[in-house]
């Protein structure tokens, strides 16, 4: 007897005033977990489409001015992280699955 399937999230039917509401409280988790939650295009022309506001009490910077400098997270490596980070960007966009990090504070 095959396993029973959960519908995929994007399959539930929600009202406007659902989503809005799960909307708000996604952002309010993102907003106050202790770390830095970003989204961004990889590559060297990528761009930070979104960097949570942690961003300033971890590394000093607002928000607003990580994202308008694209060059911001490559200038906070490590030299010794550098190669390694690197490589893992490039092998995450050749192979199309997600890049993801932890910073905590």
């Excluded at 030299?79 to 390694?84: C, G, K, L, Q, V």
């Amino acid at each position: 007897m095959p396993a029973p399937t959960r519908p995929r999230t994007a399959d539930l039917p929600f009202s406007e005033e659902g989503s809005e509401q799960m909307l708000a409280s996604y952002r309010s988790l993102i907003e106050n977990i202790p770390g830095i939650v970003y989204t961004a295009e990889l590559g060297a022309a990528g761009r930070w489409l979104y960097v949570s506001p942690q961003v300033e009490a971890i590394l000093g910077w607002s928000a607003e001015e990580w994202c308008s400098d694209a060059s911001m997270w490559f200038s906070q490596l490590h030299p010794e992280d550098r190669d390694r980070a690197l490589a893992d960007e490039y092998n995450s966009r050749m192979s199309g699955e997600q890049l993801t990090s932890a910073t905590a504070a």
